[in-house]
């Protein structure tokens, strides 16, 4: 069975930074690139980060949404099957639920998080 747990979400004051980690389990972590999606109320789900797969189809290099371009970092470790977002200046308007999601296009198979939620307020 394959989960993916995100956490590292929480209540943050504008400009302060947060770690997101997403842990993987039931798959070959390898073969899947990984991505960081978020959704507001209101709003449609938005991809804000991914990052290729080492093993698998899609070797690329990583992306950012431009709203989160030079603040936002996203890295993996297949050694502990764990992704991260690393949030750095934060502002009111990245607050949403973030999703993890591993996706392997070649087989057509994607599997989300339950998606942890970050709020950025005074």
């Known amino acids: 069975q394959v989960q993916l747990v995100e956490s590292g979400g929480g209540l943050v004051q504008p400009g302060g930074s947060l770690r997101l980690s997403c842990a993987a389990s039931g798959l070959i972590f390898s073969n899947y690139a990984m991505r960081w999606y978020r959704q507001s109320p209101g709003k449609e789900r938005e991809l804000v980060a991914a990052?290729?797969?080492?093993?698998?189809?899609?070797?690329?290099?990583?992306s950012y949404a431009d709203s989160v371009k030079g603040r936002f970092t996203i890295s993996r470790d297949n050694r502990k099957n764990t992704v991260y977002l690393q949030m750095n200046s934060l502002k009111p308007g990245d607050t949403a639920v973030y999703y993890c999601?591993?996706?392997?296009?070649?087989?057509?198979?994607?599997?989300w998080g339950q998606g942890t939620q970050v709020t950025v307020s005074p």
């Open positions: 999601n591993a996706h392997w296009g070649l087989i057509g198979r994607s599997y």
């Open positions: 990052v290729g797969s080492p093993g698998g189809s899609t070797n690329y290099a990583d």
